[in-house]
């Protein structure tokens, strides 16, 4: 991408905003009021603002390989916690893709260094449902079946959280789990059955 052209696009775009409201930026300026956290993939053909039609300020985001919520990493957790225990956020959403990289390397037998520790969580996610995955035979269908799967289980990471599972209590804070159609445009909603996973998973994982 020309970085000249990028420079002559965000001229045009402060015209735009300005032409319609003067005061635009003076507004945006003054803070965020986010009502939902959406932790998403890198990949750049997936960009959340535009699959939900939101505006500025009404999505706090966050974004890495394969839409992963790892209990060890600081980047995703302390998003997690500003969102839910400073922002207040009401809604969490984790939204996977079709066509995911970071979710196809993982099904390779294949030593890629520096990425290997991160792709062991998807693969894990594998180990365990391998018994549904292996069944399919169409590896496109189990390849998008995994990233299914994938977004299933961060959205169970994120419900181990005291974060989370304190905010549930106390205003009834939801998780829901999407995949991005990136052959059609669709979201699709996996109906994550967030208390019924919790009432299953609070014998360990009871933090509040």
């Not at 420079?7 to 775009?13: I, L, Q, S, T």
């Not at 990471?157 to 106390?170: F, P, R, S």
């Not at 804070?173 to 699709?188: A, M, N």
Request: proline fraction near 2%; aromatic fraction near 8%.
């Amino acid at each position: 991408m020309n970085f000249e052209q990028i420079r002559k696009n965000n001229e045009a775009w402060i015209a735009e905003k300005l032409a319609l409201d003067p005061d635009y930026f003076a507004n945006l300026s003054k803070g965020q009021t986010p009502d939902t956290l959406y932790i998403g993939c890198s990949d750049s053909r997936v960009t959340a603002e535009d699959l939900m039609g939101a505006k500025p300020g009404e999505v706090f985001i966050h974004r890495n390989v394969a839409n992963m919520v790892i209990s060890i990493d600081l980047n995703v957790m302390s998003v997690l916690n500003y969102a839910v225990r400073h922002l207040k956020v009401n809604n969490i959403v984790v939204c996977g893709h079709y066509a995911c990289g970071g979710v196809k390397a993982a099904m390779q037998s294949q030593d890629l260094g520096l990425l290997n520790p991160w792709l062991r969580n998807i693969r894990d996610v594998y180990r365990l449902h391998k018994d549904e995955l292996n069944c399919i035979v169409d590896l496109d269908k189990r390849y998008d079946r995994l990233v299914e799967l994938n977004v299933q289980e961060q959205c169970v990471n994120l419900i181990k959280t005291a974060a989370v599972q304190q905010a549930y209590k106390e205003r009834g804070l939801q998780v829901y789990g999407w995949v991005f159609d990136i052959h059609s445009g669709k979201l699709i909603d996996l109906r994550i059955d967030f208390p019924k996973i919790l009432t299953d998973i609070m014998e360990i994982y009871k933090l509040d």
